[in-house]
């Protein structure tokens, strides 16, 4: 299987031998050099993978990155860039990245990273295919594009990290779901900090569930969460 990469970079040499790069690796490179042309490319063709510059004109690649998780919080995205404080790289994570590598660095390391995740993200089965636009569960109604879980009772709008979670769990409904897989998969490792993150995020979902006595989120103690519906 042939992969598509969108690839947004704005500088011109570095953008060449990565893209020559990509394509001896056998992928089929879509290339932007800028982040609106990027954002316009994705719409018209949707990738398999984002690999993304953070410092473009136009449009930046954290606010990229942020358009992309609204059409989908699926698609595995990378960030290469010379920003390396933490804060530029809790911002990548933040803003829907699933890994950031920081220039310069070596193409070897690029495709293994992107190999995991398309490891992680892609050859997907019709069990766990992204789910995109309304998803019907119970008497709920989660719209992945727009972020808004409506029940019986209201309608809330989601983070993107709760859209991820529900989405997941409903993947994967009234199956155990380890604790790992939505720690790697959204937040990009298993850190005790993140684990605990995720466990609020969770709190919240579970109480707007609620409104429906026919969906119950379980957590079962050291093990992950199963959604019931």
Known sequence: MKYKVLYAEDEPTLAQIISDGLQNSGYEVIFAENGQLALEKYRESPPDICVLD????LKDGYSLAEDIRKQDSGIPIIFLSAKSLPEDVIKGFKSGGNDYLRKPFNMGELLIRMEALLTRFGNRTIADEPLTG?????????????????????????SF???AL???????????????????????DDSFY????????????RRMLKDD?????????GAGYKLIC
């Open 161 to 163: 990290k709760e859209t």
């Open 134 to 158: 309304r998803i019907k569960f119970g008497n709920c109604e989660l719209d992945t594009v727009s972020q808004q879980l409506i029940t019986p009772i209201s309608s809330y709008t989601l």
């Open 213 to 221: 006595p026919n969906i119950q989120l379980m957590s079962i103690r």
């Open 54 to 57: 953070i410092m473009m004109p």
């Open 194 to 205: 993140n684990a605990r993150s995720m466990d609020v995020f969770m709190s919240h979902i």
């Open 166 to 188: 529900l989405k997941l769990l409903l993947q994967h409904k009234n199956s155990l779901v380890k604790r790992s897989v939505f720690l790697l998969e959204i937040w990009g």
